[in-house]
């Protein structure tokens, strides 16, 4: 079997976001995640200073991604954060424009993914709109509108992402063990994003050590099948 054969399997990435304890990422690196993300946004519960964050990553294993998770940050903020933690990517989560991630990941010198969020009124053709004026990102987040910015655990219409962005996706919002398999059968994004979604009822933050196993899983099964 080659690359080029219609039927190889595709490997979904996994990325496990709102880590904030050292046994969290351990966790998350013995269960094979892609990627971790560090929440740098003080008004979430899932947020870490730059201290916890230096802490978080020092045992961080080779080929494992940390992604440095930012909401309408200042260049000074995001310096402050690079020249202390080993991030290898970030994630404008905010109102950013293009213009901004481009300016703001050029002063850390850090490709980057920008998070789209799709409310009920989305349309298919904002999608579009919005990839293509976002084209200079390495990947794009697909997540629920929510109030406020990430986070709420809730599900938007996966029908909405078109085919040929699929392959761009990083698909989050309300994704868990019990969905992600649907999920992953219906868009085949690049990777998956969960947060709320390993963490344990009303705990926002404190990640479930079996939710986020049971995730993993779920994602192995769904290329599998």
């Given amino acids: 079997m080659t ?14 976001c709102g880590l904030s304890t050292p046994e ?10 892609d990627a971790i993300g560090l929440v740098f946004y003080p008004p979430s519960p899932r947020s870490v200073n730059v201290a916890r964050a230096v802490e978080l990553t020092r045992e961080i294993a080779p080929f494992v991604s940390v992604v440095g998770l ?11 954060v690079t020249d202390s933690v080993p991030l290898t990517m970030l994630q404008f989560h905010g109102d950013e424009t293009p213009e901004q991630c481009e300016a703001l990941a050029a002063v850390a010198g850090l490709p980057w993914l920008r998070a789209l969020r799709v409310a009920a009124d989305t349309r298919q053709a904002d999608l579009v709109e919005s990839a293509n004026r976002y084209s200079s990102a390495s990947g794009l987040l697909f997540d629920t509108h929510v109030e406020g910015y990430g986070g709420g655990g809730k599900v938007f219409d996966w029908s909405l992402i078109p085919a040929g962005l699929a392959r761009r996706a990083v698909l989050s919002g309300g994704l868990n063990a019990q969905n992600v398999n649907e999920a992953i059968r219906r868009v085949r994004p690049f990777a998956v994003d969960v947060s709320s979604g390993i963490e344990a009822p ?10 986020m196993a049971a995730f993993v899983r779920a994602v192995r099964e769904a290329d599998a099948g």
């Fill in 24 to 33: 969290a990422v351990s966790h998350a690196i013995d269960l094979g995640a």
């Fill in 202 to 211: 009303g705990a926002k933050g404190v990640k479930d050590h079996a939710r």
């Fill in 3 to 16: 690359l080029t054969d219609s039927n190889a399997a595709h490997r979904t990435r996994i990325k496990l």
């Fill in 70 to 80: 930012f909401v309408n940050a200042t260049a000074e903020w995001i310096v402050e």
